[in-house]
């Protein structure tokens, strides 16, 4: 091999080598570049401290993860009065009421058990929770959409985490719920028209027990049962201009909360254009169902005239109330009817408005009160007409959970 050969060849592989390290720089710098930018995409471009107070104490229990705000809940565990149990990777938060709620590490899912219902639901997360011996980072959106009780508010980049206060004779906390909210049978949104406003107070009394009072077969009310608080369903309609007491209605009074509370529901009812539907009955003194109850035992031994009158009172009792019995006498139920057929039979009421009222009467404070099939448990027949004030507060649990006042009474209430 000659000199000028070895040149040559050295001067390739030369070029070679800096083609090799151009190339190289070219990837290397690119990486960096390309790193730079994704880097950027994924940590946000200005990614913003937050801070978070909790019942007005600075903490340090949030993170900004690409984006999301992350709450330790760790560090929420005193102020929601919640217990924490489970294994590190899937901790569990409960309180004294029964709720419950379980995370994932790794998940964005959330298992969620309110004591009213009947089994666990699984709920989305917006962002995987991260879960270890000392810490649970879950979404700051989870908080406020699972736990009822508490406040979450968002200030730019302050943000607070408040147990609400009930103040009345004594100020205290709030009862914290944790509920599984897309699991609610009750989805709907409480939108009510803006004139509801003024009804509020009534659709949802401030004291929330005062108006379970049961009034059945097994409880009656007794002869000098009379509330000292009733107002008559005329006089009330004069805000609106509406007519809410059908024309020639036998009862029409009711207490004071239920009466304000069915005014609102009736205007309601004219915006759904329900326009048809009005108060039947109200308020029946003891007086009078001693003469209706009388009058209908007169008719059945009329229609049949081999009853003895014992017989005819069986009969009168499968849709009669028993003087002292009727609910009527607590004067917080209606009977509703539309004046187009003027009777209070299922086949007409059922198809009209009334199935509006029996989904959404929860939020004026009432409950559809002798449903389908529960015959056995309220002593009536399904009466598609009859609703029952209990205030909102009870009325959207016992429609949520689909069941009677009784059973309400019995298995839910107080427990
Ligand atoms: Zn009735």
Known sequence: MNNQNVIKKRSKAYTLCYIAVAVLTVLIVGCIVAAIVIGTLNTGVNPTEYSLKINGEETDALKNENGTVMVNIDKLTELLDLTKSGEAATPKYSNSLGDYVKFVNGESYAYVRDAFSASEMKVNLPAAVTANRETCLVPLDTVSAIFSGISVTVDGPSISINRRLVTGSTTKYEKVEIRAKSSDPLSMVLELTPIMEQYEKFLNPADRDAFLILANKENPLGSSYAPDDLVDLKSMEGYGDEQIVNDGAPNSQ??????????????????????NIFAQSGYRTYEYQENLFEKYVAEEMEKDSS??????????????????TSEHQTGLCIDLIDDRYNTLENPFTKKLGMEWLAENAWKFGFILRYPEGAEDITGYSYESWHFRYVGRYHAERITALGITLEEYLEDYYGK
Do not use: F, H, W
């Open 254 to 275: 009711m207490r004071l909360y239920a009466a304000n509370a069915l005014k609102a529901m009736i205007l309601q009812l004219r915006s759904e254009e329900y326009v």
């Open 307 to 324: 009853l003895t009158r014992a017989e005819a009172e069986e009969i009168v009792l499968t849709y009669s109330a028993k003087p002292g």
